[in-house]
């Protein structure tokens, strides 16, 4: 262990931008003024100015693209022509058209629709400068959190009313599906992928040119989602590298001289399909987007959605990461336009890449006092307390909370003046579908009665499983909130689970255990690839500042005081922890010979909705698809289970004794031995 | 005396600082005419330094210097500007760097011998030396004279009067069998031997190693400098190696010949260099470079003489020989004669330039020149940065009508064409041949030009895009003086690579330097000066001020450093022509693979197994 790594930065002294709110100016003057005045952005200093057509005859006529649709031709004997006019429909579905008259009716929309949602949108607008200085230097790639459909409308809106270069946005082809706004969204600049275009070689040249044409010839931000797809739980999504390894390419290929990636932190107080969200999480299929579907969304507008926060990041220069881990050089014999699989130093340095990046965004969420009490309202209701917690102890604690979250450096927004008390019952209100107040004291509003169901007791018309999921809708959406504060305590709260699972004081063991839960969660949580001692350093060193530990040579004590604050991380990591283990105890009790990958969580849900109206399971959570899956990616990571290719489409082969040692050592039931550690 | 006069002249009328022209547009420097080549009787070694700057490039009278007024002259007799002041150089100069007239660093100006080391003899050598009455020397000046090349290093020690090791002593071959006999000696007394032909390395090459602990002998084959014969019937002369550039030319324009060999630093540099350094020469498009234009090679290693048995154009006898040799960087052996193809002189020399919209477009001109393979004797594409620096280099015109001539042209290419004057780059080119096919290939080359976008844009400044080579070296000891420090350095890049590669390489260095402190943005600036069939030669120019520095040669290094690792990244070579020396050899290794390395090293452990040949470059 490299003890002499001491995390030594101080999260408290953590420097951040202050916010100015955009509404305000719009709730004093003219939508129709603001949305047709003059636009006129700083642009890239080596931008050749082209229009959205040149930019298309400049991919087609890309060596890259001659390479592939000759390389296509010769493999399946298909005309020049007949491949060539595939590659421009595909280019034709793919291509954005950005059009500054739809920008500008958007501009216009949006003001009025965001001034009835939100209560204010807060930019640091420093951050507006330093990507104003970055557009002019080098090629940007924006890179926001993923969270809701609004984010890339809120991105393009915001770059407008700063004058700034309007992004194009690689969007899902999902939205092509709504006619109308499929085509506005393009006019706006979003450009459409389908979704799994996995051995299409075709496909995957076309999309990969496009975007960087547009990139190198600093035609336009490059803006897309480094999760992929939107987070349902607001916990951050593992990265996905295709588009990262895209953006990259052309440094790493001497086409540019480097490119900026801007991470950026969209953080909403109430997310407007938060309860879309747990029933999408429970099993109930997301209804298909269509236009009319969103028109039915409209009675969304008459509710009141806090504010959204929006912090752009300190620009990464992609040369400064690569400095040192990749030799540019291996591009230096075959050329260019040849496409190539990324070599393995290439592949880990953009994970890696991707990970820090996410990690950015995660480090700039603005969390609002309602995080801290939903953490702390769930814990309250696991405990049993049929009859919630008194709002004053509530108050209490979501102060001690408030305290110990900041000295994790979290980026907390607590009003500065107002009295605790004021700042709980505000949040309270915001979210009063999620939270009921009676007597004098709060609990989550889950169901009629005010408490869970006693099992097996008859209820007219709603049998005893609807009423688990109804419960569980709230609970999911509360968990969404508590997950927002995840990443501040996550660490601590592996050391916390650690200490106690290892049930031991010797530092060694400890670690062994953390790293372990590191490794089994690392699907989970964003957790940097070769990090576990940096992690785990991290970690010490925050839970010896607060008191809570003193950590010597060899041993870990948890000290008097700190016994609160271990408590409060393991409940943390508590309801995933039996996740995990109740998904390895499916797998070793339920699985079939015949058990594929889509069946699996149909399957596992059955399993657990028995078990939890058993009363065997304490969290309701673990209903939660995301969690299911990130499980069983886990255990398919580890070897515990495998897909067999070939026969009955990805059919799941279980490892029954790793599996369940597996679960044992998530109870703490084993020790993590070291070889357990080294293998894995 | 009289043999100092040789190496001076430059009297063939394509040599661009001569021209018979009155002075405006192009002209700036003409070669005062002298008396011919004189006979070798009495050469004189002491005298070579006395004429050469010690601390500086070229000769000691000629050099760049702001009169009271602030403009920029140039003085000596052996280059004449008539009467020339260069205005614009001032302001460019200040503009460009943000130095001050006011801000001088002067250099030493005298050599202080008792500044040397005192030498380290080998007495059995040099008594055995004495016997053979070859001429050598162990005066200081003598010494740091040939301890060093032109690198910004090397130079900015001198000015400050730093010597670090120097040779112990030099000796004077007068023929290849002395030079058999210096190695022989060398190879009994164990003494470390470093060739010196015209001292123009800018690879850290003369640089004696600093470990070394044995005697150095500095081996100049300046004495060698003749024309052995001429064989008109096979166009092949047979020349001794220490012959330099200039010289060479001049004595085979007599008798109507040439080898059209002109590298830049063709007025000092020597033949053995060339083929020690795998040399380039500016027309190499009609002459080819140094590995085409030699027949044969007589090189003296410790194992003995080196030489093929025949004359025959081109042999298939396993991996020539030669190329062992070329490139060898003076770590093998000493190379005393060479035979190499000579041509009838040209009989009709043009000059002519191109104006491009901007760099891309130039670069796309000459690479379609190259895949029509219709390159001019030369041609070469400055960027932006490179043709203001021209431009700032224009002598003061001499009446009203040029001045409005100028102003025409300018109105025409910036307004009527609507090139952005901050983006235009100008390509230089030399035609040479028949009168009739000269004119044709010109017309062929503009047409090709005119499709990317290229204007014509007269002989005047193409002429004087050659020069800024040739005097460059001179400015720099300018900048020198006020706190600009700089160097340039080369690559060759597959076509698709170059435009990257210019980019690249000229934005780490701007960025280098203000990482590292540097106080105004550096001059960053390149020019594409060899075209081949598979890519191109790219020419770097870095500088700048260094006031605020405390280390500015470190800081220098440093940034060249990144930017060699850079051309690497962007798929360029260690070197195009410049070679390896100590100053590169850290790359060696990735740039040959490891069983290249073996090869090299091998050759060098049969044929030089104790090391005499000492001065570690290349491996």
């Known amino acids: 262990m490299a003890s002499k790594a001491v995390y030594s930065r101080d999260p408290m002294l953590k420097k951040r931008d202050d916010f100015e709110d955009i509404l305000e100016e719009r709730r004093n003057s003219s939508d129709l003024r603001y949305a047709l005045r003059c636009y006129a952005p700083v642009v890239y200093k080596g931008l050749c100015p082209s229009k959205a057509g040149t930019l298309k005859s400049m991919v087609l006529q890309s060596d890259q693209l001659h390479y592939v649709i000759h390389q296509v031709c010769r493999e399946t004997g298909r005309a020049v022509d007949d491949v060539q006019e595939e590659v421009s429909s595909i280019l034709e579905e793919m291509a954005h058209r950005l059009q500054l008259s739809t920008v500008r009716f958007f501009a216009f929309t949006l003001s009025k629709v965001f001034k009835t949602l939100f209560r204010s949108i807060c930019v640091n607008e420093e951050g507006i400068q330093r990507l104003q200085q970055a557009i002019q230097e080098h090629p940007v790639v924006l890179l926001p959190s993923h969270r809701s459909y609004m984010d890339f409308l809120l991105m393009s809106y915001l770059l407008y009313t700063y004058d700034l270069a309007l992004p194009v946005i690689a969007a899902g082809m999902d939205f092509m599906g709504m006619k109308f706004v499929g085509e506005m969204l393009r006019m706006s600049g979003a450009f459409f992928i389908r979704r799994s275009f996995g051995g299409d070689k075709l496909y995957w040249a076309v999309f990969s040119e496009y975007v960087k044409t547009m990139l190198k010839n600093g035609f336009a931000p490059v803006e897309f989602f480094l999760e992929g797809t939107r987070s349902r739980t607001s916990k951050s999504l593992t990265p996905k590298l295709g588009l990262l390894n895209i953006v990259m390419d052309p440094f790493f290929k001497g086409e540019v001289f480097d490119v900026s990636l801007v991470p950026v932190s969209i953080s909403y107080e109430r997310i407007l399909e938060e309860s879309l969200y747990a029933r999408e999480l429970l099993g109930v299929p997301k209804p298909k987007e269509s236009t009319s579907g969103l028109i039915k969304a409209r009675k969304v507008l008459s509710e009141d959605y806090g504010s959204i926060h929006v912090y752009f990041g300190q620009p990464v220069s992609v040369r400064s990461l690569a400095e040192g881990r990749v030799n540019r050089c291996q591009f230096n014999l075959i050329p260019r336009h040849i496409p190539k699989k990324p070599s393995e130093d290439i592949h880990s340095f953009v994970n890696d890449s991707a990970y820090r990046l996410v990690r950015a965004q995660e480090e700039n969420m603005v969390l609002k006092p309602w995080v801290l009490l939903a953490s702390l309202l769930l814990q309250n209701q696991v405990s049993g307390q049929k009859r919630g917690i008194a709002l004053d102890e509530l108050t209490e604690q979501a102060v001690w909370l408030r305290d110990l979250s900041r000295q994790y450096g979290a980026f907390l927004h607590w009003p500065e003046h107002t009295p605790p008390s004021e700042v709980v019952s505000s949040s309270l209100s915001l979210h009063r579908g999620l939270v009921r107040i009676s007597e004098g004291r709060v609990q989550l509003a889950l169901g009629q009665t005010g408490g869970p169901a006693a099992p097996g007791e008859p209820r007219s018309a709603v049998t005893p499983e609807e009423e688990l999921l109804s419960q569980a809708v709230i609970i999911l959406s509360c968990a969404s909130y508590r997950n927002q504060a995840l990443h501040v305590f996550l660490r601590p709260a592996l050391l916390a689970s650690a200490i106690h699972t290892a049930s031991s004081n010797k530092k060694q063991e400890v670690f062994n255990s953390f790293s372990f839960l590191r490794n089994m969660f690392s699907n989970e949580f964003i957790l940097c690839p070769g990090a576990t001692v940096q992690d785990f350093e991290e970690a010490c060193y925050l839970l010896v500042k607060t008191g809570a530990l003193q950590v010597t040579q060899q041993d870990v004590l948890v000290t008097e005081r700190g016994h609160r604050t271990l408590v409060f991380l393991t409940s943390m990591l508590d309801p995933f922890l039996q996740g995990y283990q109740v998904v390895c105890r499916f797998l070793c009790e339920e699985a079939t010979e015949a058990l594929t990958e889509k069946q699996f969580i149909p399957a596992v849900r059955k399993f657990i909705i028995k078990h939890l109206l058993a009363g065997r399971l304490r969290y309701t959570e673990v209903l939660s698809s995301d969690l299911q899956k990130n499980s069983l990616a886990a255990l398919l990571r580890l070897g515990a289970v495998r897909k067999i290719k070939g026969a009955e489409q990805g059919t799941l082969k279980v490892n029954t004794v790793m599996v369940n040692s597996l679960e044992d050592t998530l109870g703490g039931k084993l020790p993590t031995q070291k070889a357990v550690i080294a293998r894995l | ?619």
């Not at chain 2, 040029?402 to 983006?423: A, E, M, Q, V, W």
């Open chain 2, 1 to 619: 005396m009289l043999y100092i006069s040789t190496k001076y002249q430059i009297i063939r009328k394509d040599f661009p600082f001569y021209l018979g022209k009155t002075a405006h547009g192009g002209l700036w420097v003409q070669i005062k005419n002298l008396p011919g080549h004189l006979p070798k009787e009495s050469p004189s070694h002491v005298f070579l330094q006395e004429i050469m700057k010690w601390n500086g490039w070229g000769y000691s009278d000629s050099r760049f210097l702001f009169n009271k007024k602030g403009q920029a002259e140039f003085t000596g007799k052996r280059y004449i500007i008539i009467g020339m002041i260069i205005p614009g150089l001032k302001d460019w100069f200040e503009c460009t760097f943000g130095a001050s007239l006011q801000h001088k660093t002067p250099a030493t100006p005298l050599l202080n011998s008792s500044a040397v080391q005192p030498p380290t003899l080998n007495e059995a050598f040099v008594e055995e030396l004495k016997s053979t009455g070859i001429p050598f020397s162990q005066d200081a000046e003598d010494r740091v004279f040939r301890a060093h090349g032109h690198c910004l290093h090397e130079i900015f020690a001198l000015r400050e009067g730093k010597f670090g090791r120097v040779p112990d002593m030099v000796v004077w071959p007068n023929c290849h069998n002395d030079v058999v006999k210096i190695v022989e000696l060398a190879s009994k007394h164990n003494v470390c031997l470093i060739p010196y032909g015209g001292g123009t390395s800018v690879s850290s090459a003369l640089e004696c190693p600093p470990e070394e602990t044995r005697s150095i002998v500095s081996l100049d084959t300046s004495q060698m400098n003749r024309i052995l014969w001429v064989d008109e019937k096979n166009l092949t002369a047979h020349v001794e190696a220490g012959i330099v550039g200039q010289d060479l030319e001049r004595l085979l324009n007599e008798s109507g010949y040439c080898t059209g060999h002109e590298p830049d630093s063709m007025e000092f540099s020597s033949l053995g260099g060339w083929v020690a350094t795998r040399a380039s020469g500016m027309k190499k498009n009609i002459y080819g470079n140094i590995e085409d234009l030699v027949v044969h090679i007589k090189m003296v290693t410790p194992q003995g003489v080196i030489e093929k048995s025949c004359q025959g154009p081109r042999m298939s006898t396993g991996p020539d020989i030669h190329h062992f040799i070329m490139g060898s960087e003076g770590t093998l052996g000493v190379v005393t004669e060479v035979t190499m193809k000579i041509r009838p002189m040209p009989e009709y020399q043009k000059y002519g330039s191109v104006v491009f919209p901007n760099f891309e477009q130039g670069v796309a001109c000459l690479r379609e020149v190259a895949r029509q393979r219709c390159a001019p004797a030369s041609i070469r594409l400055m960027d932006n940065e490179q043709f203001k620096f021209g431009h700032a280099l224009k002598p003061q015109v001499s009446s009203i009508f040029t001045s409005f001539l100028d102003g025409l042209k300018k109105f025409y290419i910036t307004k009527f064409k609507g090139f952005d004057p901050n983006r235009l780059c100008v390509a230089t080119l030399l035609f040479e041949g028949d009168r009739e096919k000269v004119l044709q290939h010109e017309k062929q080359v503009y047409d090709i030009a005119a499709k990317f976008g290229g204007l014509a844009a007269g002989e005047d400044n193409g002429q004087r895009g050659y020069m800024l080579t040739f005097v460059i070296a001179y400015l720099r000891d300018l900048g020198m003086d006020y706190y600009v420090i700089g160097e340039s350095f080369e690559t060759s890049v597959p076509w698709d690579r170059v435009l990257d590669i210019c980019r690249n390489v000229k934005a780490r260095i701007v960025r280098e330097c203000k990482e590292r402190g540097v106080q105004f943005p550096p001059l960053s600036t390149c020019r594409v000066t060899q075209t081949y069939d598979a890519g191109a030669c790219v020419y770097f120019y870095f500088a700048f001020n260094y006031r605020g520095l405390s280390d500015p040669v470190h800081v220098y290094e440093q940034v060249e450093h990144a930017a060699r690792e850079e051309i690497l990244a962007n798929g360029g070579s260690l070197s195009h022509h410049h070679g390896v020396g100590k100053l590169r050899k850290e790359w060696m290794r990735e740039t040959v693979s490891n069983v290249g390395m073996g090869m090299l090293k091998s050759v060098k452990d049969y044929v030089d197994p104790n090391n005499i040949f000492g001065n570690r470059n290349l491996l």
